[in-house]
């Protein structure tokens, strides 16, 4: 199993391990649990914070755990937290959502009558 998909494989493990001959659900948890997570969450305000530490956890895994071993575990979910974190700022974007505030609020809305 590569790195990507531990995480996504530790999802399906919680609910059950796959018998042999079963098809492993970890591909299709890999394509749409940060997906459905993201239209869940669409916020660009905190998706960006998600997208940002993916970013970093991705960049920078080898020299903070040859410096840190013990924070190994840790990074097991960074491919993870970055797609999350697209996700989640595209349909923050989608939804006009940022942190609460809406983004495009000037351009006005054909729903509101002013």
């Known amino acids: 199993m590569n790195e990507f998909m531990v995480a996504f494989q530790e999802i399906v493990n919680t609910y059950g391990i796959p018998n042999y001959k079963e098809v492993n659900p970890a591909v299709f948890t890999a394509v749409s649990f940060p997906f459905l997570f993201g239209i869940m969450f669409g916020d660009v305000g905190h998706g960006?914070?998600?997208?940002?530490?993916?970013?970093?956890?991705?960049?920078?895994?080898?020299?903070?755990?040859?410096?840190?071993?013990?924070?190994?575990?840790?990074?097991?979910?960074?491919?993870?937290?970055?797609?999350?974190?697209?996700f989640a700022t595209f349909s923050g974007l989608i939804y006009n959502d940022f942190m609460a505030i809406p983004i495009f609020a000037h351009w006005g809305s054909c729903y509101v009558k002013n």
């Open 48 to 86: 960006s914070i998600l997208l940002l530490a993916g970013i970093f956890m991705c960049v920078f895994h080898k020299s903070i755990v040859k410096k840190r071993p013990e924070l190994e575990g840790f990074f097991f979910a960074r491919y993870m937290l970055l797609l999350m974190g697209f």
